[in-house]
């Protein structure tokens, strides 16, 4: 099983370019959007500790939703949000014993699982530039599980596998770093999520051990 490495996709460079940014802004207390709606990209990826687990790859996806800031000192703010998310990643099986074990056939196969999310973080801000850390929970309300043939490259369901195999709560970790601005907020987050995300059978044998590992890049607007 590989080791995360998804949370790289925040980078250095961007750390570097959201702080030297930050510090060309004017200090206030608490600034940015005290509510607003907010929206970005997902880099998904699933470590699926499976021995026909070949090679996990990331999936590109989204999220969506609102959010509000708490001031609770003149630095620090609770900020509880409302997402709709979309994780999951495209697995690569391999092994002869794929079709009659798991039943699906050598290839990619499409994780796309699609979650009500609540992140509620704790945020500190040093002028324009906020820390921001705390957990999450999820609530799976659709799965689409795709199985991509090499031979033909047409799209399969798997074994009919729908939401109802895959753990329909799903909680977390989330924490980040952002700018925030009078009118608006940008920055990177990264979630790891502390529960499997498949039940039992099928599900649960293809994604053994797998849980939700998304890095996000988002932009905010608001009052």
């Excluded at 409302?82 to 699906?104: C, E, H, Q, R």
């Excluded at 609530?139 to 090499?150: E, M």
């Amino acid at each position: 099983m590989k080791k995360p490495m998804i949370a790289k996709l925040a980078g250095a460079g961007l750390a570097a370019s959201l702080m030297l940014f930050a510090g060309q802004v004017q200090a206030q207390d608490n600034p940015g959007p005290k509510f607003g709606v907010k929206g970005g990209v997902n880099f998904a990826q699933l470590f699926v500790d499976q021995p026909n687990a070949e090679d996990e790859n990331m999936k590109i996806g989204y999220h969506a939703g609102l959010f509000g800031k708490i001031p609770v000192t003149s630095f620090l703010a609770i900020q509880p949000e409302l997402l709709y998310t979309n994780t999951g990643s495209k697995v690569t099986y391999g092994g002869s014993d794929l079709a009659n074990s798991l039943g699906i056939q050598q290839g990619e196969v499409r994780f796309n699982l699609n979650y009500i999310q609540l992140p509620v973080l704790l945020t500190g801000n040093i002028g324009a530039f906020n820390i921001h850390a705390g957990p999450y929970a999820s609530y799976l309300v659709g799965a689409n599980v795709k199985d991509l043939k090499p031979a033909d490259l047409n799209s399969n369901v798997v074994a009919d596998l729908n939401t109802s195999d895959f753990n329909r709560v799903d909680y977390g970790l989330a924490g980040g770093i952002g700018v925030d601005l009078k009118g608006f907020t940008i920055g990177a987050r990264y979630n790891y999520g502390l529960r499997e995300i498949g039940n039992s059978g099928l599900a649960g044998r293809l994604t053994s051990n797998s849980r939700n590992s998304v890095a996000q890049l988002y932009i905010g607007f608001g009052f």
